[in-house]
């Protein structure tokens, strides 16, 4: 069925670091949305990416939307222990009110 | 964030109790979700209701009823619930045109059911 795989599940990283989690889906998206979850939270809507080789940047976070619209991913430079938390990508098809989740990756800022 | 608000925050009940979630949205969307997120699980979608009817329904057990009473409102009726079932359930709210359609979440509620 319908699926987005997301990549890796988890990633350790020291402060500053840069972090990246990606996203691929089976068949072709109307649109990608990113999410954030703190812990103890709730997925907090970050963008919306529609268009085909689109790249949008808030601040330290740049998304971006593959040409085939099938895969997606996101940066953050210079990690803070501000971004602790778990980044969803979710994809949309044209015919569907669903988005299609991801299983999210945890981001973890090392001691 | 008051954009999407729950009730109860938290709920314990037996396998035999009878109780109800609530969701209210004041963002004018008009189109409401369920989500079930159960911990290393993807989230599931349970429900969604596009200005007030039910569109989806993810094959959801029938212990689980929701209800839609109008753009504002959603409930997720809850009876003979399973331990299996104890998750953070939440709501979220989007418009269906128009502009980024992004879902908002509520806070969710913690439910354990013993």
């Known amino acids: 069925g319908q699926q987005v795989m997301q990549i890796p599940q988890y990633q350790h990283v020291q402060e500053g670091e840069d972090f990246t989690t990606y996203c691929n889906s089976s068949t072709t998206l109307s649109n990608i949305q990113w999410y954030k979850q703190r812990p103890g939270g709730h997925p907090v809507f970050l963008i919306q990416?529609?268009?085909s080789g689109e790249v949008k940047k808030q601040k330290r976070l740049t998304f971006q939307f593959g040409e085939a619209k099938k895969n997606s991913s996101l940066h953050i430079t210079a990690t803070q222990t501000t971004d602790v938390g778990t980044y969803f990508c979710?994809?949309?098809?044209?015919?569907?009110?669903?988005?299609?989740w991801g299983a999210g990756t945890k981001l973890i800022i090392k001691p | 964030e008051t954009g999407v608000t729950q009730t109860p925050r938290h709920l314990v009940m037996g396998m035999t109790n009878k109780k109800s979630l609530k969701c209210e949205q004041h963002l004018g969307h008009n189109a409401m979700y369920w989500y079930k997120q159960s911990a290393k699980k993807p989230l599931e979608l349970m429900f969604v209701y596009s200005l007030e009817e039910r569109v989806e329904n993810n094959s959801v057990p029938s212990r689980f009823s929701p209800e839609c009473p109008n753009s504002s409102h959603l409930f997720l009726h809850l009876h003979t619930l399973q331990p299996e079932d104890s998750a953070l359930y939440l709501c979220?709210?989007?418009?269906?045109?128009?502009?980024?359609?992004?879902?908002?979440f509520g806070p969710g509620t913690r439910l354990t059911v013993l």
């Open positions: 990416l529609v268009k």
């Open positions: 979220a709210s989007s418009r269906l045109t128009g502009g980024p359609l992004g879902q908002f």
């Open positions: 979710a994809g949309k098809r044209d015919s569907n009110y669903q988005l299609i």
